[in-house]
């Protein structure tokens, strides 16, 4: 499935913005009784089990695409553009606050992207019938099936895609290309996911980068190949 510009237009507000029912998690759920046996597994694995434990998930809206710029720079999600790439670190936060402010827009951090991981592990076991252990290889090891990356499988991969490709459980553009989010311990920007050039199972959906810097001449180059993570409140 593809959101294109003529349908996401039809959508309405909470299919836009659906809720990451993240605060439905429970440790009894039959994907978290899972053996993880990779790195980026054991690490999301180690995550939600953290969170479920401690208590007070919080369910949290994450748009169903990825967002794009408008003429002016601003942030708008529309199916059918280009993802909003090399927006420069020092304004991804305040863009993301100025998206909409009445629902507190803003990056999203590393722990509520595990969570919706968790989620997105949770649809593939319960409503699409993977196996516990193909969902979580799908999520964490080898993500060609429902993500753009160089080894895509169905449908082919061409390259960079425009926003609203590969729906899965309401959501799109899971790989395409990485996802900009804030570490919860140090607020440094960091990027998750795959990318339309990465190769699995070398990146996956889990897969996490080195904090990006804010002044480097690496800088350009990295957030040239992402996009800002933005949630809002329910």
Known sequence: MVYTHKTWAKLAFQEKFPVVKASEL???????????????????????????????????????????????GNIIYMAGMQPALGILPELLEQKAKNFMPEFNSRIGKNQ?????????????????????????AEVC????L??????????????MEDT?????????DLGNVQKIV????????????????????????????VPIPQIDITTEKIIKKATPWIIMEV
């Not at 429902?146 to 390259?159: F, L, Q, Y």
């Open 26 to 72: 429970s440790l009894k759920d039959s994907f978290m009784r899972f053996d993880p046996n990779t790195e980026n597994q054991i690490l999301l694995m180690e995550s939600l089990m953290s969170q479920l434990e401690r208590g007070g998930v919080q369910d949290f809206r994450r748009p169903a695409i990825d967002p794009s710029l408008d003429a002016d």
């Open 182 to 209: 804030l570490d919860d311990r140090t607020s440094q920007f960091l990027c998750r996911g795959c990318m339309y050039t990465a190769r699995s199972p070398y990146y996956s959906l889990a897969s996490k980068s």
């Open 112 to 136: 509520e992207y595990d969570l919706f991981l968790g989620v997105l592990i949770k649809f593939l076991v319960e409503k699409r019938n993977l196996p516990v252990k193909m969902a979580w």
């Open 146 to 159: 429902i993500a753009n990356t160089a080894s895509s499988k169905i449908p082919d991969s061409n390259g």
């Open 141 to 144: 090891f080898d993500s060609d």
């Open 164 to 172: 609203g490709s590969r729906v899965q459980g309401g959501w799109a």
